[in-house]
């Protein structure tokens, strides 16, 4: 964890996550959260293999950046037990990717029910969790369950909501299993501050970005903060009061951002952190 | 209402809702029901513009067809006192329309927040559905608060879970005030099953569609039932397990639906009613 204390300002907790700049390669990133004195990132898996895991790790440390989020373990449901333990191991080895990178924690995307079954696919996310509880263990990785919002429920996570997220991580220690508060996912949700308020200590992540009016595209529609409908401030002091004072996340798929020079994106987002978050 | 009996078969429950037709007009879409046996159709407020509201009430009556549902009223939360009170003489007007064509329910699609105030615009449907009752029971037209799915909370309904949609109904009497399940918008809910429960003798709707995946596009991707992910046969065994033996509406909206003759689509329809609801 990159250390930030509650009295610290709200820009220091600006932590890029790579996926907002997806046209740029590793390095483009890292120098230009070092030019713009973002202090934390966030690593997408398929980027690390660009320059390859310890090539990666040492170039962020170099950087002297701090890393919030490995992206992403997780989709556990599947229609065979030998893709079940073929998922099981990439996880770990997503584990060990973060370990590695100096990660506190594997963000989970829960995966789709492999058939219409969602009561099985949601039990088979809690035995994939628990089944990677020795190794986040070993490897002083957490283990953060993201619920997405509803409208992936069928192909990308049969977690929708906070109030299941909760329900999971509760099954495990608090200091192995918490759960991503992503606003882009819950902003709709009318027992989100019930559910921030009860995750309360594991709150592992807190991600923004900004819900557009009408949505272009639930994937790749993703707005800059302040340009949508999204309660953001109000979000940011629930997690606060909860007892989250970690790295916020800027998260944003969307072409229009990716289409952007990297520098002007990088001050633009730390405009809007500042104004709107 | 239809007064069908729980001892009659699943197809005589078939409503088809005009909007699965949507470029065919009100005559077509009535006879097809005729011709293809079809007891009852769920009309829409632009589609009795065509004729006119006393020919359209004359066409269904005479043609022997049952009204299950008309869509739609609602749209309560507003910016101004002026808005709020335009709003609700229009929701008469659909209340006093559903009379004269003898349906016995008003959907309701509550509407998008005017702002960034989604407990503001919530409370604003509770008012807005409360200042309706007196016409509700003076006319016999119940109201049914249909919750949409979340991906929907900016630009179309603040009401999002069943949860929420039963809470506010419980506000009022049962006599008046219920719930429509619409598969499309509740299959992903984790507690949708608890939902339905809760209803119980406040179900005055039951929608089917399907949810495809990938999904091609929230509005106008729905599927016919059987072409997506969504537990059609569960979720109709859980109302009737609730005690709702009324209507089941097929409404679909969906260009690729709309492009068919509309003798083939009313098989279709009927086929993939009896196959997989």
């Known amino acids: 964890m990159t250390g930030i204390a509650a009295a610290d ?9 790579q996926i907002t700049a997806d046209p740029y390669g590793m390095r483009d990133v890292v120098d230009a959260c070092v030019q713009h004195g973002v202090k934390t990132i966030s690593v997408w898996r398929h980027k690390v293999d660009e320059l390859g895991l310890e090539a990666t790790a040492g170039l962020i440390r170099d950087a002297g950046l701090g890393v919030s989020s490995l992206c992403r373990g997780g989709f556990f449901p599947a229609a065979t037990e030998a893709e079940v333990a073929s ?18 924690l594997l963000v989970l995307v829960c995966g789709p029910a492999p058939d219409k079954d969602l009561d099985r696919a949601r039990q088979q996310v809690v035995e994939g969790i628990a089944a990677l509880l020795p190794v986040a ?11 997405l919002h509803p409208v992936f429920a069928g192909d990308r996570s049969v977690i929708v909501t906070l ?28 027992c989100v501050y019930d559910g921030i308020r009860r995750a309360a200590d594991r709150i592992l992540g807190f ?3 900004d819900w557009l009016v009408p949505s272009p595209d639930p994937l790749m529609g993703r707005g800059l903060m302040g340009d949508g409908v999204i309660e953001l401030r109000r979000l940011r002091k629930a997690v606060e009061a909860a ?18 020079p990297l520098d002007d994106l990088m001050t633009k987002v730390k405009e809007r952190f500042v104004a709107h978050v």
């Not at 998922?87 to 506190?104: F, K, M, Q």
Request: net charge negative; proline share 6%.
């Open 163 to 190: 109030a299941q997220a909760n329900e999971i991580a509760e099954c495990f220690p608090a200091s192995l299993v918490g759960v991503v508060v992503d606003v882009y996912h819950v902003w709709w949700d009318p």
């Open 137 to 147: 263990e070993r490897l002083k990785v957490k283990i953060g369950i993201e619920p």
């Open 243 to 260: 007892g989250y004072f970690g790295p916020i996340e800027v998260e944003i798929f969307n072409r229009d951002v990716w289409a952007m």
């Open 207 to 209: 991600h923004v970005s």
């Open 9 to 17: 300002g709200l820009e220091v907790r600006l932590s890029f996550n």
């Open 87 to 104: 998922r099981h191991e990439d996880n770990v080895r997503a584990l060990e990717e973060a370990a590695t990178l100096g990660s506190p």
